[in-house]
């Protein structure tokens, strides 16, 4: 992908709040000054805004839903274009590599130049291992992997891969800037300003909308299971019930929905 034809598929402009007025690629003050190394390696960037997502959970174990916090954080507009700029170039720089060393096949995460989704990978997986009688499945997941990259190594990876002895300022400074940078929590920034978080708000919406509808549908598996015994089996609610496992403090409760 060509410069400019990265620039046409990334030129909308995000409407979130930020430190920063909104502005895009697509706007040619910025996509100059993106685009200048000089401008780049003294570049002031901006805070971070971080705050912590709830995203519920549902466990088959305990059959309902569990709440997880996932923290997350955005940069300011102006940042944003330049982490898209250079994203795009160390993009460009590891297909080639990607081909070069003979994995372009098998490392499929965040790449480019594939034009495939998940679902794709997913079905040359399952197509391999229906054309073979045998074979080794690994599913693995490693827990906390952004967080705990080793800088070190992973600024020795970027110049490994522009083949040079240290990363050019304008690189550094990105880099630095996304491996020692400051945040400010969005809780505090909306208590400063007397604002409600209507984010936090909507994900409390859902998980309740969520727990309902899992509390619907096991109830409704509850009572179809009831009924089957019933009629294969000829016995009565209770009993029916008992077969089940049902404590009897909740035969009430599902005897009154038969």
Known sequence: MNSE????????????????????????????????????????????????????????????????????SYSAHIDRCIYQYYAYLINEKYNMRAELDGINECA????????????????????????????YIIAGDFKEFFNSLNHEYLKERLCDLFGCAQLSDDYYAVFKSITKYSSCMLEDILSYFGLKNRAYEKAEKFRRDQAAQINYA????????????????????????EALGIPAADFQKYRSQL
Request: aromatic share 12%; net charge positive.
């Open 5 to 72: 034809d990265f620039r046409k598929t990334n030129e909308g402009i995000k409407k979130y709040a930020h430190f920063d007025n909104r502005v895009s690629l697509k706007n040619d003050e910025v996509w100059k000054y993106v685009t200048n190394p000089n401008q780049i390696r003294v570049h002031a960037f901006y805070p971070f805004i971080s705050f912590e997502k709830l995203c519920p959970k549902y466990s088959h174990k305990k059959n309902k839903l569990k709440d997880k916090k996932r923290p997350l």
């Open 108 to 135: 499929v995460a965040y790449r480019n130049n594939l034009h495939k989704n998940n679902v794709d990978f997913a079905n040359r997986a399952y197509e391999f291992i229906m054309k073979n009688k045998e074979c």
């Open 218 to 241: 096991h109830l409704s598996e509850r009572l179809d299971n009831i009924k089957n015994i019933m009629k294969n089996l000829h016995l009565p609610p209770e009993k029916a019930m």
